[in-house]
């Protein structure tokens, strides 16, 4: 398979096992929702990919080179890794920012293709008008907005997400949810994203992998993966999950007013 | 598994931007050739003020006095009789002693600027992982063991005091990279052992007698008094040799500073590795000054900051302004320590303190009204 593919993976902090062995393939250019609980290893399965996290055991591949053997570098060229927040203590501009993500390419000072690049990553994520702001003066969503051109900037084949959507209004979520779709659309970029709404993954996402406990309890396309019992069973409450159209729907069953036990 | 599955979202049109753009050519400007304009006219202004501060002083000495001399010294010349007072004064006093100030100056300010990107706190200096302590004490324990014999300048207390001090960092990165060189532990472990090295010098000073004391107070007190030749060599190779191998790892350093240690990592800078080996050499660096010119404070905590104001926070071109700030801050500290009651000198590193201190208060409090 030329996609992402996982195999095995185990992680643990200390003796709390977090993966215990975490199989997963993800299509060139699909766009994936890892699911779960919170502690299910979503955004452990992230880092590990993105080697902010070494496995105890197991292998990461994408297009059949080993992710987790090639130098730092070179791998930093594949995948591009968007964190849930990140805090500078040192002012800095949304330039100056989006330009870190040319750290793998760029050698002692950036050239005129790291610099266009870099543009084309502001303007994709609509900050042209605040490039030469400062990080600080921005609001919650524009900083989001800000790791996610950074991430693009890296040009990478492997596009991770941890969560970006947690901290952020409708708007933005849904926005961000567009935007990495689109990218996974027109450039063929692979894209796996920690996620917590499951609406949302149903309705970007090709591909819904459901974590609990650190392992795989369901993967496929959204509206095959989404099942009530085993979602019941995940996440410790009745839910249903309704089909419309081609689409599909997670709805707590307390909701519902029918289910007073 | 299929990447087809239509999910309802699949020809919806591209993200709208929610806010407009500037026109469609925007010009994407260099901001590195301002900057390294601003670099190059503050190197300039260093030569300038270096010159200007071997003017000043009881014997008149002027610019074209310095010109000369530096001119028969380096290209060779007779040295007329009319003369030789002043390029005395020059090429064995003034001289060295600017240029001692200056380079231990930008030594620190340069290490300074390291820690506090590494550190991802700009409120840390080169003394953080306990240097300065640890050197007192080395430097303490061999004036008491040659009992005061040894001057505050002298060999066997410079070795001294960079040994203890290259050993307490040793100490302090080997600790804490059983952590995964964690922030926090670094900090800590720096005030822990600077703790401790401030008590062991205290017992010595309780055992020294009233000449090794003085001696040893002397010491703490950081000066150029003493420079000559030799001190201005290693201070000045190992600041200029340091200098281009941390540019070279600035981008890394950029990564690690603005995106922290997770995301520095997917960006493809080995995190440990890096912080590991530029705290060595910013320590290094901080070591070999305390070692020649006891301790001065302030100036690797206030050199970097005045650079970010003057150049931003982009390390390509904060280190080396870095230097030049900081060299320019000792310059003037020790220019004005010794005019201001002269003929007596007051140690540079009790003027540059009171500089010092009112400038890091206020950066302590603008933090506060930022966050």
């Not at chain 2, 070795?159 to 307490?168: C, I, N, T």
């Not at chain 2, 970097?304 to 900081?326: C, T």
């Amino acid at each position: 398979m030329s996609g992402l593919d996982v195999t095995g993976v185990r992680f643990g902090y200390r003796r709390r096992p977090v993966l215990e062995g975490v199989d997963l393939s993800v299509a060139q250019g699909a766009f994936c929702a890892l699911l779960g609980p919170n502690g299910s290893g979503k955004s452990t399965l992230t880092k590990v990919i993105a080697r902010i996290l070494k496995p105890a055991a197991g292998t990461v591949s994408f297009g059949g080179r080993d992710l987790l053997r090639m130098p730092r570098r070179e791998h930093a060229k594949v995948v591009s890794y968007v964190p849930q927040s990140s805090a500078a203590p040192f002012e800095l501009t949304v330039r100056e920012a989006v330009m870190l993500g040319r750290t793998p390419h760029t050698g002692l000072r950036p050239s005129a293709r790291d610099r266009s690049v870099v543009e084309a990553a502001i303007d994709r994520l609509g900050l042209g008008a605040f490039a030469v702001r400062r990080l600080s003066e921005l609001s919650g969503g524009q900083a989001q907005r800000v790791l996610i051109a950074r991430a693009l900037a890296q040009e990478p084949r492997v596009l991770l997400l941890d969560e970006p959507t947690s901290a952020l209004d409708l708007r933005y979520q849904i926005e961000t949810l567009q935007i990495v779709r689109s990218v996974t659309r027109e450039e063929g970029v692979t894209a796996l994203i920690a996620i917590h709404d499951l609406d949302h993954a149903a309705h970007f996402c090709d591909q819904a992998v459901l974590l609990s406990g650190g392992r795989i309890v369901a993967d496929g396309p959204p509206a095959r993966a989404f099942d009530a019992a085993v979602l019941s069973d995940v996440y410790g409450l009745q839910v249903r999950v309704e089909h419309r159209g081609g689409g599909v729907e997670v709805r707590p069953a307390a909701l519902d007013g029918a289910s007073g036990e | 598994m299929t990447a087809t599955t239509d999910t309802g979202a699949a020809g919806r049109p591209a993200a709208p931007a929610p806010d407009p753009a500037p026109g469609p050519g925007a010009p994407p400007r260099d901001p590195g050739a301002l900057r390294a304009a601003l670099l190059a006219g503050a190197a300039a202004l260093s030569a300038l003020a270096i010159a200007w501060c071997t003017t000043v002083g009881t014997a008149g000495v002027g610019l074209a006095d310095v010109a000369h001399a530096v001119r028969i010294s380096l290209f060779g010349g007779t040295v007329t009789t009319e003369f030789e007072r002043a390029y005395g004064i020059v090429t064995d006093l003034r001289l060295p002693r600017a240029l001692l100030a200056f380079t231990a100056g930008a030594a620190l300010s340069v290490s300074g600027a390291v820690m506090q990107g590494l550190l991802r706190n700009p409120l840390v200096s080169p003394f953080t992982l306990g240097v300065s302590p640890a050197a007192a004490f080395g430097a303490a324990s061999v004036i008491l063991l040659t009992g005061g014999a040894a001057g505050s300048s002298s060999w066997p207390v410079i070795g001294g005091a960079l040994a203890a001090a290259l050993a307490v960092s040793a100490v302090v990165l080997g600790l804490a990279s059983a952590k995964s060189m964690a922030t926090a532990t670094l900090l800590l472990l720096g005030i822990a052992l600077t703790q401790l090295f401030e008590a062991l010098t205290a017992a010595l000073q309780f055992l020294a007698d009233e000449n090794t004391l003085q001696a040893i107070v002397r010491w703490t007190f950081g000066s150029v008094n003493d420079a000559g030749w030799q001190e201005v060599r290693v201070v000045g190779v190992v600041a200029l040799a340091a200098l281009p191998v941390l540019l070279w790892f600035a981008k890394d350093l950029n990564a690690v500073a603005f995106a922290g240690d997770d995301a520095a990592r997917s960006l493809g800078v080995n995190v440990n590795a890096l912080r590991v080996g530029l705290i060595a050499l910013a320590v290094v660096l901080a070591s070999v000054v305390v070692s020649f010119c006891g301790v001065i404070g302030f100036v690797g905590l206030v050199g970097p900051h005045i650079a970010r104001l003057a150049i931003g926070a982009d390390h390509r071109f904060l280190l080396p302004f870095s230097f030049l700030s900081g060299g320019l801050l000792l310059l003037a500290a020790d220019t004005v320590g010794r005019t201001v009651i002269a003929p007596s000198v007051v140690p540079v590193g009790i003027v540059v303190a009171f500089v010092g201190a009112p400038v890091f208060i206020n950066l302590i409090m603008a933090r506060r009204a930022a966050a």
